[in-house]
């Protein structure tokens, strides 16, 4: 397919091929006449876009419908194809890798995941997210040089180049390349995010907060996390680590997961999240100690949104993470930020729920794409390098 904006050098061709091109994504299948109010581009001017386009690949004239037919000859449609490429979003977590895969219009058409140990290599766990991969496309009869852009959502720091910089939660993942290493796979440019990260994308994007442009995703689990849109825009921080809400305990004592969670007065070892889940079973069945434990667990979390709440004031707070289905979560939070913030925000549970790191991190694939497609303004997540 070539340069995905077709490669016209000329910057006034480059803009009117981008006008015309949103103009057909959007519209389904519009004539002539239709592009050009729509556009306000003069007729000669369209057509001749539409032809380059067409040459592209991106373009193809559309059937005309039956009704259309019987009245006689239909003016002529065309459609963006959004078959002329396709996209990746795959999530990397302690238990499972996701992969979702759409079009260039970002519609999902195929999903799958893949269980991985929690004490896999990095090596093993990238080989687990080849299989996924390679498994969907074949299922989708989607063929591998198709891809035009991957997004991944990883646990950790993450460099605007791929490299995580810190990643505790994965073995093997500090200082891993993971964008050159996934580069090599797929061949086609690789967007490396952070999981929190992706997830606010995601519940900006499809989501809890499609209807704000400022609010936090907190991804609540054993090192709570979060990422945050401020004016629509994704905010990373200087070198990526804005939201690592989960090292708020270092400022305190006695407030680590391990001693939080534990129910014997010692440090709960392992500190796994099936460790974990025994304590919140035993919390619901009643256990006094476990019960204890899960409240000031509740509490800690509340007290690190808080504090990211009042530097940044957003207008929603979206919970999700396997915190998110804990009982009672949302209210304790919600009575917490009232009581510390000057503004408290509203506060939401994720509506995309185990989805929302793959599905943020095929946007990131959907941003890269649509700036070479349309190449006039910024995106949501686009980094500063």
Known sequence: MGQLTGGDPSLLRRINSAVVLRA???????????????????????????EGLIGTGLVVEAGAEEGARRQGRPARRYRFRAEAGHLLGIEIGSHRVAVLLSGLDGRVIGAGTKEVAETASADERLER????????????????DSLRAVGVGSPGIVEADGTVRLGTALPGWTGLPLGERLRRSFRCPVQVENDANAAAVAE???????????????????????????????????????????ALHLLGRDVTPEKLLSTT??????????????????????????????????????????????????ELVVV?????GLDGVLDPLRRELERYCLRPPRVAQSLLGEAAVATGALRLALDHVEEELFAVEKTVTTRRR
């Open 204 to 246: 900006h994007w499809k989501g809890a907060a499609q209807d704000t442009d400022d609010m936090v995703f907190v991804m609540a689990g054993l090192s709570p996390g979060a990422g945050s849109l401020i004016g629509g825009r994704l905010h990373r921080g200087y070198g990526g680590a804005a939201g690592e809400i989960g």
């Open 265 to 314: 007065g010692e440090p709960l070892h392992p500190l796994d999240e099936q460790a974990v889940a025994e304590v919140f079973t035993m919390a619901r069945r009643g256990d006094e100690r476990a019960v204890a434990a899960v409240e000031r667990f509740i509490q800690r979390l509340v007290h690190d949104v808080a504090a990211l709440v009042l530097a940044m004031d957003p």
């Open 320 to 324: 999700g993470g396997w915190a998110a």
């Open 24 to 50: 057909l994504r959007a519209a389904g299948s519009p004539t002539l006449t239709d592009l050009t109010r729509v556009t306000g581009l003069s007729r000669p001017t369209v057509e001749g876009v539409v």
């Open 129 to 144: 997210v080849r299989a996924a991969v390679a498994d969907l496309l074949r299922r989708a009869g989607v063929p591998r």
